[in-house]
């Protein structure tokens, strides 16, 4: 029984999957990033800034550093100015604690931000961030905690790309050991029908 030989389209369909994983899903990681980045809710301070809790969690307190407000550029100082307060209370007017935050900074767009505190909302609802002890006007966001997520999304997005590269490749390559073997196998079998067919007699 002669061996099927793969189709040569298995080839194109290697290079599908390479366009799929590893060029397409850096492009979708980039934007999964910039729509986490957008989740931002941005307020004026000084002053009580009302933020709505559907997910339990972490939610980080960020100072705006530059920003494109109401058609102005505006820069503020990387530090908020000394005797400011930050309290946070929970959906029944409690005080909840409050932990400082890693120096980070990210940049979106316009914007500038420094990480400046943490606080945990156990439960979905409203809770009030009360900035007070400044005279200043500026601004400050609040944004659930996007730590895991952002390792997630690499991790995965990571594993795709790495996929796309290899199993293209090894799709290719299988492909033409086995359109060898078969036409090795075909060649033998010909070869050995040619060697059993007896001489015809003149």
């Known amino acids: 029984m002669t061996r099927k030989t793969p189709s040569r389209w298995w080839h194109l369909a290697s290079v599908i999957l390479f366009l799929s994983l590893a060029v397409i899903t850096p492009v979708a990681m980039i934007f999964q990033l910039v729509s986490l980045l957008s989740l931002g809710e941005n307020f004026t301070v000084p002053g009580t800034h009302v933020v709505k809790v559907e997910k339990p969690g972490k939610y980080g307190i960020w100072n705006v550093v530059s920003e494109f407000r109401a058609g102005v550029q505006r820069d503020y100082t990387e530090k908020l100015p000394n005797g400011t307060r930050i309290r946070v209370t929970d959906t029944?007017?409690?005080?909840?604690?409050?932990?400082?935050?890693?120096?980070?900074?990210?940049?979106?767009?316009?914007?500038?931000?420094?990480?400046?505190?943490?606080?945990?909302?156990?439960?979905?609802?409203?809770?009030?961030?009360?900035?007070?002890?400044?005279?200043?006007?500026?601004?400050?966001?609040?944004?659930?905690c996007l730590a895991s997520n952002v390792v997630a999304l690499f991790f995965l997005g990571g594993l795709m790309v790495t996929l796309g590269w290899i199993a293209p490749i090894l799709i290719s390559v299988l492909v033409e050991i086995k359109r060898y073997n078969a036409k090795k196998e075909s060649a033998n079998q010909q070869a050995q029908r040619t060697f059993q067919t007896p001489p015809r007699l003149v």
Do not use: H, P, Q, W
Request: charged share 30%; with cysteine.
């Open 92 to 144: 029944a007017g409690e005080e909840i604690s409050t932990t400082a935050d890693l120096n980070c900074t990210e940049t979106f767009g316009d914007s500038t931000r420094k990480s400046v505190c943490i606080f945990e909302a156990n439960e979905a609802g409203s809770y009030s961030i009360i900035v007070d002890g400044i005279t200043e006007e500026r601004s400050l966001m609040v944004r659930r």
